[in-house]
C-alpha cells in the first residue's frame, strides 16, 4: 500500500466520522421532537382551559426542528461528495474538510426540507398535532 493510499484512506475515515455524528445528530433532532410534541400535547390535555397559543408553541419549535433536521442531512450530503472526491483521488489536499465547492452540487436547503426522506416524517407530526390541538379547542367551545 503506499503512502498516498494511507492518507486516502484516514482522511475518508475522518469524513465517515463526519458524515456518522451528522447522522446521529439527525436521528436525536427526530427524537427530541417526537419526544417535545408528545409532551406538549400531553400538557395541552391536562389543562381545563387551552388557548390557542398551544398551536404556535408546538408548530414552532417542529418547524425549527425540521430546518435543522434538513441543515444536518445536507451537510451530510455535502460530505460525501467530498468523500467520493477523495475516493476517486481527485482532492490535491491531504486532510481537507472543505465543503464549500460542493454547495452548488447538493440541492438546497429548502429542496432537502421537502426531500423524501425527512419531510414524511415532520409533516405528518405537524399535521397530527394541529389535528389534536383544534379537536380540544373546538371541543372546549
Same mark, same amino acid.
Given at each position: ?16 466520522? @463526519? ?37 404556535? /408553541? ?24 467530498? /468523500? ?25 436547503? /429548502?429542496?432537502?426540507? @421537502? ?13 397530527? /398535532? ?12
Amino acid at each position: 500500500m503506499s503512502k498516498h493510499d494511507e492518507v486516502s484512506i484516514a482522511h475518508m475515515h475522518m469524513i465517515q466520522d @463526519i458524515v456518522t455524528r451528522l447522522e446521529t445528530n439527525c436521528f436525536m433532532l427526530k427524537a427530541v421532537c417526537m419526544s417535545l410534541v408528545v409532551a406538549l400535547l400531553a400538557f395541552m390535555s391536562s389543562t381545563d382551559n387551552p388557548s390557542c397559543y398551544y398551536i404556535l /408553541f408546538g408548530c414552532v419549535p417542529i418547524v425549527i426542528f425540521w430546518i435543522m433536521d434538513a441543515a444536518y442531512l445536507r451537510l451530510g450530503r455535502m460530505f460525501r461528495k467530498l /468523500f467520493n472526491k477523495v475516493r476517486l483521488h481527485q482532492i490535491n489536499d491531504p486532510f481537507s474538510m472543505d465543503i464549500s465547492p460542493y454547495k452548488n452540487e447538493v440541492p438546497s436547503l /429548502f429542496l432537502t426540507a @421537502i426531500s423524501w426522506s425527512i419531510i414524511w416524517y415532520y409533516l405528518s407530526i405537524l399535521l397530527v /398535532f394541529l389535528f389534536v390541538v383544534s379537536s380540544q379547542l373546538l371541543s372546549q367551545m
